[in-house]
């Protein structure tokens, strides 16, 4: 299956203070994806069915402000967060699959949550845990019982040991 996603600001957020190069990150996304792809444990998501040969997303990377309005708007929470999605292939019973391409929605990250939430002093591996957790999401994987929690972050961190 073919990939493509897009990787962006959505405000004023200093990337380069918290040494974030958007292109750097490019050739991790690409392998994750891989992975995902070929996790046994995923493939009763819709973005096997046999009609898709393609899925998009975007990233965006933003600051705490941005997602707490974000939060407060969309999810009645007024405070910021590591990671939000919106999916747009799974949460929208109108989903279209156009020339076999699923447009899977967005993933919404907060460097500086990010930044405070990092373990061992390393940025990098938390953002692209955010991303690999929001990438399950789009892909409809939700952890509203622990049951289901457990299972996403069992296969996020297998994810992220294979990277």
């Given at each position: 299956?073919?990939?493509?996603?897009?990787?962006?600001?959505?405000?004023?957020?200093?990337?380069?203070k918290?040494?974030?190069?958007?292109?750097?990150?490019k050739?991790?996304?690409?392998?994750m994806?891989?992975?995902?792809?070929?996790?046994?444990e995923?493939?009763?998501?819709?973005?096997?069915?046999?009609?898709?040969?393609?899925?998009?997303?975007?990233?965006?990377?933003?600051?705490?402000?941005?997602?707490?309005?974000?939060?407060r708007?969309?999810?009645?929470?007024?405070?910021?967060?590591?990671?939000?999605?919106?999916?747009?292939?799974?949460?929208?019973?109108?989903?279209?699959?156009?020339?076999?391409?699923?447009?899977?929605?967005?993933?919404?990250?907060?460097?500086?949550?990010?930044e405070?939430?990092?373990?061992?002093?390393?940025?990098?591996?938390?953002?692209?845990?955010?991303?690999?957790?929001?990438?399950?999401?789009?892909?409809?994987?939700?952890?509203?019982?622990?049951?289901?929690?457990?299972?996403?972050?069992?296969?996020?961190?297998?994810?992220?040991?294979?990277?």
């Amino acid at each position: 299956m073919k990939t493509s996603f897009t990787l962006s600001k959505i405000d004023e957020i200093n990337l380069k203070k918290h040494n974030i190069i958007l292109k750097n990150y490019k050739k991790d996304i690409k392998k994750m994806l891989e992975l995902i792809l070929n996790c046994q444990e995923l493939k009763t998501s819709r973005v096997f069915l046999p009609e898709i040969s393609k899925i998009r997303f975007d990233i965006s990377f933003c600051s705490d402000e941005t997602i707490k309005e974000i939060n407060r708007d969309y999810r009645k929470k007024d405070s910021a967060t590591d990671v939000i999605t919106f999916s747009l292939f799974y949460d929208d019973i109108n989903s279209t699959i156009y020339r076999k391409t699923a447009d899977l929605g967005q993933i919404i990250v907060s460097v500086e949550t990010a930044e405070k939430q990092k373990q061992n002093n390393d940025l990098r591996k938390e953002i692209l845990t955010l991303i690999c957790h929001g990438i399950l999401h789009l892909i409809g994987f939700d952890h509203l019982t622990k049951k289901d929690y457990d299972f996403v972050v069992g296969v996020q961190n297998k994810i992220l040991g294979d990277l």
